[in-house]
């Protein structure tokens, strides 16, 4: 599921735009494991972008990365040795046929959002996908997640629908906007 932010306007300052250039996106590894799963952690517990309630284990993450293997990749944005942020693609299922569908997750660390952090995880995911052949790529939104969802429609992710009260977090009862961009 795509990650959740909300973000404030908040004006770049010239230091700010000299610590992106230094902002590295690349495959994840077992040491970035317990970066991915504070990151994590926090959405479970503070937002809507997963409907994942209970916190996952470094054991839990780390099997989780393992199941990724090369053709659903897992990157991060790491920055002076920082995890700020993650991206994946997941099977969309297991049935065969939709062997060319993927799904993206973007999570990105609270303090970090509305940066452009985020946005070159997805670009970069994106990328990760073509490369590996896929046909398409889902997103579940959740709803309330205008930036999730404006993100994707700026990576030319079109609306395909929304599934009604699919999920209950936070005692509510939450829609999910579906969006898909399909390679050409």
Request: proline content about 2%.
């Amino acid at each position: 599921m795509a990650y959740l932010t909300f973000c404030l306007f908040m004006p770049y300052s010239l230091r700010d735009k000299e610590e992106k250039k230094m902002l590295e996106i690349r495959r994840a590894t077992v040491a970035d494991i317990p970066g991915i799963t504070e990151i994590y952690n926090d959405a479970i517990l503070k937002t809507v972008a997963t409907f994942d309630t209970e916190t996952k284990t470094i054991e839990d993450r780390r099997a989780w990365l393992e199941h990724h293997g090369t053709r659903y990749p897992v990157l991060v944005a790491v920055e002076n040795g920082l995890i700020k942020g993650w991206a994946s693609l997941t099977p969309w299922s297991d049935r065969s046929a939709y062997a060319g569908t993927t799904e993206d997750s973007v999570y990105v660390r609270e303090e970090y959002r509305c940066q452009g952090i985020g946005k070159k995880l997805l670009e970069t995911i994106m990328e990760e996908g073509r490369k590996a052949g896929f046909h398409t790529v889902i997103a579940r939104i959740a709803e309330m997640n205008d930036v999730s969802i404006r993100l994707h429609e700026k990576a030319g992710f079109k609306h395909i629908g929304v599934m009604e009260e699919v999920g209950v977090k936070f005692g509510k009862l939450l829609d999910v906007h579906m969006m898909q961009k399909i390679y050409t």
